[in-house]
């Protein structure tokens, strides 16, 4: 987000202005060298983000009265904090003066607690804010920081419960491969699945990810050690049992595409954010052709045999005829549709398998995704956004 420090006032903004220092490239944060003991000597009196006694004394005849913005940069030097005064909370990112604006960098982390995996939102924004202020480096306005803060990039977040999450990220991974010519379907680590637009991208481009994962598969990498202990277990194991899809939005025409359709420039606020009512998510997986009228279709046009009551066994499932389709789709690569087929059987098929049985496999006549449409079903009508 950035804060136009044009506002200041209005939003009682202060800063401790002793705990930053003078930097000409702000948004690269502070180095384990970049210490007040280091920085704050004899030789750099005015290192510091305090105004010098030239400075204040054109901030006091008011000569920029009428240049409201330059009066800002003056007032508000470029900066960013000491590396030992930057007091980490996690969930807290990087936050600096640059250019007469207050720029700060968030994330669902912020919100977390034990046994909550922590996410922003309306209920939590105050909170949120409030951990920012913590720091002693700031201190601000929630209500008017809301309504004039400009959201730079968001990742929106729909996290759902289930109980097999493995399988329900499969069942995502054996429909994706279909959209490659409009999409990069790759592996987000070893627990999901990133999905990037194709094309040439400019900066009218909207620049946007998708990805679909194990959250509990994630927080168990290294360096989410911190976040583990402030979540206990009890959070572990909600995270165990969570698929997070998260849409990442980079630039100014990603946020209008999901979140502003009807605006043709700029941004939103932070106040507009939390008030938004459209369903990006939702809008993103219909441009991949996940929606539950094409299920429904999936359903009524190929499904025979009754689903979630019992597995079919290995022999059953050869007999079934969705695969060659599956196969024909995917150039008969067995490894393109493989997360099918372990959702399917409910086990873990091996790639030898396929080489022994290539050729009948690509014979099996029955339905179409019995079980990975029930999966991708029950997913969508959990989801509000």
Same mark, same amino acid.
């Given at each position: =987000?950035?804060?136009?420090? !044009?506002?200041?006032?209005?939003?009682?903004?202060?800063? /401790?202005?002793?705990?930053?220092?003078?930097?000409?490239?702000?948004?690269?944060?502070?180095?384990?060298?970049?210490?007040?003991?280091?920085?704050?000597?004899?030789?750099?009196?005015?290192? *510091?983000?305090?105004?010098?006694?030239?400075?204040? &004394?054109?901030?006091?005849?008011?000569?920029?009265?009428?240049?409201?913005?330059?009066?800002?940069?003056?007032?508000?030097?470029?900066?960013?904090?000491?590396?030992?005064?930057?007091?980490?909370?996690? #969930?807290? #990112?990087?936050?600096?003066?640059?250019?007469?604006?207050?720029? @700060? $960098?968030?994330?669902?982390?912020?919100?977390?607690?034990?046994?909550?995996?922590?996410?922003?939102?309306?209920?939590?924004?105050?909170?949120?804010?409030?951990?920012? &202020?913590?720091?002693?480096?700031?201190?601000?306005?929630?209500?008017?920081? *809301?309504?004039?803060?400009?959201?730079?990039?968001?990742?929106?977040?729909?996290?759902?419960?289930?109980?097999?999450?493995?399988?329900?990220?499969?069942?995502?991974?054996? @429909?994706?491969? =279909?959209?490659?010519?409009?999409? /990069?379907?790759? *592996?987000?680590?070893?627990?999901?699945?990133?999905?990037?637009?194709?094309?040439?991208?400019?900066?009218?481009?909207?620049?946007?990810?998708?990805?679909?994962?194990?959250?509990?598969?994630?927080?168990?990498?290294?360096?989410?050690?911190?976040?583990?202990?402030?979540?206990?277990?009890?959070? !572990?194991?909600?995270?165990?049992?969570?698929?997070?899809?998260?849409?990442?939005? *980079? $630039?100014?025409?990603? !946020?209008?595409?999901?979140?502003?359709?009807?605006?043709?420039?700029?941004?939103?606020?932070?106040?507009?954010?939390?008030?938004?009512?459209?369903?990006?998510?939702?809008?993103?997986? %219909?441009?991949?052709?996940?929606?539950?009228? %094409?299920?429904?279709?999936?359903?009524? %046009?190929?499904?025979?045999?009754?689903? $979630?009551?019992?597995?079919?066994?290995?022999?059953?499932?050869?007999?079934?005829?969705?695969?060659?389709?599956?196969?024909?789709? $995917?150039?008969?690569?067995?490894? %393109?549709?493989?997360?099918? !087929?372990?959702?399917?059987?409910?086990?873990?098929?091996?790639?030898?398998?396929?080489?022994?049985?290539?050729?009948?496999?690509?014979?099996?006549?029955?339905?179409? =995704?019995?079980?990975?449409?029930?999966?991708?079903?029950?997913?969508?009508?959990?989801?509000?956004?």
């Amino acid at each position: =987000m950035k804060f136009s420090l !044009i506002y200041a006032n209005e939003a009682n903004f202060n800063v /401790n202005s002793n705990l930053f220092f003078r930097s000409g490239t702000p948004h690269i944060p502070a180095q384990r060298h970049e210490t007040m003991a280091m920085l704050y000597r004899e030789s750099h009196p005015y290192s *510091k983000m305090t105004l010098t006694e030239d400075e204040q &004394k054109i901030l006091d005849l008011g000569t920029y009265e009428d240049q409201i913005y330059r009066r800002a940069r003056l007032r508000f030097p470029n900066a960013k904090p000491f590396f030992d005064t930057h007091n980490h909370r996690l #969930g807290l #990112g990087h936050f600096y003066f640059k250019n007469g604006e207050f720029i @700060v $960098n968030i994330f669902g982390k912020i919100a977390s607690g034990r046994g909550v995996l922590g996410l922003i939102n309306n209920n939590t924004i105050d909170q949120s804010l409030d951990v920012l &202020k913590s720091t002693g480096l700031v201190t601000f306005n929630n209500n008017v920081f *809301k309504n004039r803060a400009e959201v730079l990039s968001v990742h929106i977040t729909n996290d759902l419960t289930d109980s097999n999450v493995n399988t329900a990220v499969k069942s995502f991974s054996s @429909v994706l491969p =279909m959209r490659t010519d409009k999409y /990069n379907v790759l *592996k987000y680590g070893n627990n999901g699945y990133e999905i990037l637009a194709r094309g040439r991208q400019t900066k009218q481009t909207p620049n946007y990810e998708f990805c679909i994962y194990n959250k509990g598969a994630e927080i168990k990498e290294r360096h989410h050690e911190k976040y583990r202990k402030h979540i206990g277990e009890s959070g !572990i194991e909600l995270a165990g049992n969570t698929i997070r899809m998260e849409l990442r939005l *980079k $630039n100014f025409p990603a !946020i209008r595409k999901f979140l502003a359709p009807d605006r043709e420039k700029g941004t939103l606020t932070l106040a507009e954010l939390l008030a938004c009512k459209q369903t990006p998510i939702i809008e993103m997986l %219909k441009l991949l052709d996940i929606t539950s009228e %094409k299920l429904k279709e999936a359903r009524g %046009k190929y499904i025979t045999m009754v689903e $979630n009551e019992e597995y079919p066994t290995q022999a059953e499932f050869e007999r079934m005829h969705g695969l060659i389709r599956l196969l024909e789709l $995917n150039d008969y690569s067995l490894d %393109k549709v493989r997360s099918y !087929i372990e959702v399917e059987i409910n086990h873990k098929t091996h790639s030898t398998y396929f080489k022994e049985k290539r050729d009948i496999l690509q014979r099996y006549i029955t339905c179409y =995704m019995p079980q990975t449409v029930a999966t991708l079903t029950a997913i969508l009508e959990a989801m509000s956004y």
